[in-house]
């Protein structure tokens, strides 16, 4: 394997980890919003993860 291969590799298992356990992808995101909504601001890293954290536990009921 080339080098370029295994840290291609390598970020793809570090997203999949992140995703699994909650954790937002920034990166991602801000290349998405460049890509496909260039109209919008670019929000700070940590209004992102308030949004995302907001996002992820609205109205969800625990149990404990």
């Keep these: ?3 370029h291969r295994i840290a291609s590799t390598w970020r793809a298992l ?13 990166d991602a995101y801000v290349a ?4 496909r909504h260039p109209e919008r601001a670019i ?3 940590d209004a992102f993860f308030a949004e995302r954290q907001e996002a992820r536990y609205r109205g ?5």
Excluded: F, T
């Excluded at 570090?14 to 920034?26: N, S």
């Design 1 to 3: 394997m080339n080098v």
């Design 43 to 45: 929000p700070k890293p």
């Design 14 to 26: 570090i997203a999949a980890a992140r995703r699994i356990v909650g954790i937002p992808d920034y």
């Design 60 to 64: 969800a009921g625990r149990c404990c």
């Design 32 to 35: 998405h919003l460049k890509a």
